[in-house]
Each structure stands twice: as C-alpha cells, then as structure tokens.
C-alpha cells in the first residue's frame, strides 16, 4: 500500500516503559512530508505524550492497538502556541491534549483500536474505584483530542476511553464526520464530556455509543475564543447514537454565539440524569447563545428529567423554533420549557410525544411563580407535575400523552403552564395525578392567554381536566371536540370560554 508508514519503522515500541511521543510524532511528520497517506499503528499498548496530526494524514488503528496517555505531565505540550487552546485553573485541567490538530485539512483518526486518555492517573479516586475517593487533583490534561479550525476531519470506528477531561472536541472546524466510535469514560470523571460541537458547520455524528460522566453530546457557541474569525454552529445532524451520561444525554448551549439549523434523530438516551438540555445562559459568564431551529426526532429517553429547556440565567437572546417529534420518554420529576417575561421562548413544537411520570414526588409547598434555572434548582423544588411550561409564544402540543405510573406523590398537575401567549394543545391526552390534593388538575393555565384545546381526551380519574386563573385581560380559552367523558369537572376559568362539540359526562362542566 503506498504512503504508509508503520509507527514501528520510527522506533515505536509496546515494551514496557517505552515512551513512544518522539517515534509516532516522527512517522506523523514523513507522512505529511510525503504529501498524506496513513500512519499505521500495529496491535499492541503504545504509551504516548501529545502527538500533533497534520493536513492529509490518516491515522490508523489496528484492532487491538491502544495509544495509552502517559501518566507523566512532562509528556504533554502545554502553553501551547495558539489562543484558541485554553487551560481551565477552575477546574484544575491544563491547555495539553493527547492528540491535537490545528488548522489542518482533510485529517482523520480511524481503525478498531482503541485511545486511552489513562484518566485514573491525574484522578486519584477514578484509581480507587469509588465514589467515595477523595475528589482533588492537582493537574490534569485538557480535551483529550482537540481538532481546532480544521476542515474536512473523520473520527470513525476507534474506541475513544478513559479521558481526563472532554473526549472529543471539534471547534471552529468545518466538515466534521464521527462515525461508529465507541466513548466510554467513569460516570464520576469531573467534565468528562463525550463529544463536544463548538462553532462548527456541517458535522455529522452517526452511530455512535457514548457513555459519559458529564455532557455526552454537546452542541456549543463559544465563540470567544475565535477572536476576529468566529463562525456560528450550524447545519449539524446527529443521529443513530446510543447516550448515557450522568448529566446532560444532549445539551445545546454554552457561550455566547449562535447555534441554528441542527437536527437529533433515532437516539436512545438510557440511564442518565437529564435527557435532553437546552439552555442559552448558562451562567452569568456569558451573554447566552442565540438558539433556533433546532429539532429532535425519534428519540426514546429514560432519564430523571427527560426535557429541559430555558432561556437561562436572565437571558436575553432568542430561543426560538425547536421541534420534539417522536419522543418516548420516562423520568422521574418535572420535564421543563421556559423563558422569562422579558425573554420568552418561542416557536416550541411537541408532536407525538408520550411522557410517562413514574415514582418521585413533588414539593406541598410549590410556588406556581419558580423560576425555572437552572435545571438542578427544578429538580430539587420538586415541582408537582409531568410538564411545566413557562413565559412561552407560539406553543403546540399535539398528540401528545403524559402517563403516571408508581406515584410517591403529592402531584398536582399533568400539564402546568404559566405566561403563555397562544397555546395550542390538539389531541393531548392526559390525566390528573392519581396521587394529588384537592387543586389537582390535568392542565393548570396561570396568565395564560389564547388558549386552544381541540380533540383532547381526559384520562380515567381525572378531577378537574382544565384550570384557568390569573388570566390576563382580553384572554381567552376555546373548547373544540374536546371528550371530558371522565373527568369529574371539565374545566374552571376566569376568561371567558367558547366551546363547541365537546363530551361530558353526566353534566359535569364546570368545576
């Protein structure tokens, strides 16, 4: 085979104790020399400090080749001689990387084999095995592989474990494909995200496994660190992957730029503690990322919160346009989607959706006016229903269900919604919460206005279907084909209400 260099042949060695950063990093230089080709790394365990991939060069690894992070700092370039690469002082986690790629053109990391960032040897209680180990350290490698502005990169069929830090980072990069890799790292490794999208465009991510002690799959736009040159993430599609994470399956969001035109589909989200995040301000670090036409399509999730979207931190850009198709979801505590009164979301789509609620229990002492950030700060109010859905415009549920199973209780609501302009629900079918007090309701509006139900069902037991109050002046509620058959009372409003066609039972209307 032309243009292909063993590792081997430049004095690469799997004996034990070898260091092998010079002999890699030599067979990487002659292959770019040579105008591109592949470098071949053989089965074997090869330990290695940073290695720096360069235009047109492939790196192959064989089944049962390991590239093995050294376990010494002095093997890992630092301070490394371009801005975009930054250390983290509050967490511990330098500017070094495993592999690094900058400014590079048609480069790729491909094979069965495996890379191992060897995270137990900067984190000492990854080495003892326990949650319960001591969480300090005092150094520790950055993104384990960092592409940065490159174009035209293929990370494919590679196992990619162990990272100290991110696993796989791309930013700034254009045609980006991931494809059949495997990431795997200890549920308790601090940042230890899978993949990291920043400021890309056109990026695919197909058929991947990625189980993750932090985000497993995150598109961000920080564009900060881009200075004069920054680009917004963009035409990403991600799809056929399965996630766990023991934080955020999916999360979009982080900085300060803008993230548009994305598409998830055919995902399983398994045992992980937020399904789906989306969030523009983070912090109050940043101004918040710019987020629209973002969709999620065929998407199963079992996860603590399933759903979780916000405008953030007193966020002040847009949120707009994003579409949840196709979801199967189980969780424990509230899924959320909210804005502020000043900064509302908006344009938000839930078509054929069930969400099933089971165990867990809410707060007795909820305030209907919570502020829904950050996420953990929901988790831990315990608030009393399957879905809330806050200071929203342009709002469509439509064939959806929400199912209770195995309550703790006490719950309140199936679906809350407070501050929201133009609420649509078609076809929504739904219950109160068997275990709840005397408020309960299946649909809870607080100064909601335009508010549409048409062809909803009320699920067996239900008390009260549809609660209005607080209702701003000039709202109003419309009932359309609605069947209340088992719901004690149909609705209770303080607007005014015009129906046509809708089901009772046993005259019981209002309630």
């Known amino acids: 085979m032309k243009n292909v260099f063993d590792i081997r042949e430049y004095g690469a060695s799997s004996e034990p104790g070898a260091i092998n950063t010079r002999a890699i990093q030599s067979a990487i230089d002659a292959c770019h020399a040579a105008g591109g080709g592949v470098v071949y790394c053989p089965p074997g365990t090869f330990v290695t400090g940073t290695l720096w991939l360069k235009s047109h060069v492939t790196l192959y690894l064989e089944a049962g080749c390991v590239l093995l992070g050294s376990p010494r700092r002095a093997d890992y370039e630092e301070n490394l001689p371009f801005p975009e690469s930054v250390a983290f002082a509050s967490e511990k986690v330098s500017d070094a990387h495993l592999i690094v790629a900058y400014q590079a053109e048609q480069v790729a990391i491909t094979g069965r084999g495996r890379i191992d960032g060897n995270s137990a040897a900067f984190l000492p209680f990854l080495a003892q095995g326990t949650n319960g180990g001591a969480r300090s350290w005092e150094w520790r490698p950055g993104q384990m592989l960092f592409f940065c502005r490159c174009r035209g990169v293929r990370v494919e069929g590679v196992e990619l474990v162990n990272s100290p830090y991110w696993t796989l980072f791309f930013h700034g990069c254009e045609q980006v494909t991931a494809r059949g890799i495997v990431i795997a790292n200890p549920d308790d490794t601090p940042n230890g995200d899978g993949i990291d999208i920043d400021c890309c465009r056109d990026v695919t991510v197909d058929s991947c496994q990625i189980r993750s002690g932090d985000d497993s799959i995150t598109l961000r736009g920080n564009a900060k660190p881009l200075g004069d040159r920054p680009m917004p993430c963009e035409n990403v599609t991600v799809t056929n992957c399965t996630l766990h994470s023991a934080c955020n399956a999916i999360r979009v969001g982080v ?257």
């Not at 301000?281 to 999620?296: D, H, K, L, M, Q």
């Not at 994003?322 to 502020?340: K, P």
């Not at 037991?461 to 509620?477: D, I, M, N, Q």
């Open 255 to 511: 900085g300060s730029g803008l993230v548009r035109n994305c598409v998830f589909s055919n995902l399983v989200i398994h045992d992980s503690n937020v399904g789906i995040n989306v969030i523009s301000r983070y912090s109050s670090a940043s101004e918040g990322v710019e987020i629209r036409r973002v969709r999620f399509d065929n998407v199963v999730i079992d996860a603590r919160m399933p759903l979780y979207v916000s405008a953030g931190v007193e966020g002040q850009v847009p949120v707009a346009d994003l579409a949840f198709t196709g979801i199967t979801a189980r969780g424990t505590t509230i899924s959320y989607i909210g804005g502020t009164q000043n900064n509302p979301v908006s344009g938000i789509t839930l078509r054929d959706v069930e969400l099933t609620l089971r165990g867990g229990a809410g707060n007795q002492s909820f305030n209907p006016e919570f502020v829904g950030c950050p996420s953990w700060t929901l988790r831990s109010q315990g608030v009393p229903c399957a879905l809330a859905i806050t200071e929203a415009e342009e709002v469509l549920l439509q064939n959806v269900r929400i199912r209770w199973e195995e309550l703790d209780g006490p719950w309140e609501y199936g679906l809350f919604a407070r501050g929201v302009r133009d609420l649509a629900l078609s076809h929504v079918d739904l219950s109160s919460p068997p275990v709840a007090g005397e408020g309960a309701a299946a649909i809870h509006c607080v100064r909601c206005s335009e508010v549409l139900l048409r062809g909803c069902r009320a699920g067996k037991g239900t008390r009260r279907f549809l609660s209005v109050a607080k209702s701003p002046e000039g709202a109003g509620v419309r009932l359309l084909g609605n069947d209340f058959a088992n719901a004690e009372a149909a609705f209770a409003s303080d607007a005014p209400v015009l129906e046509a066609g809708n089901l009772y039972s046993g005259g019981a209307r209002l309630g």
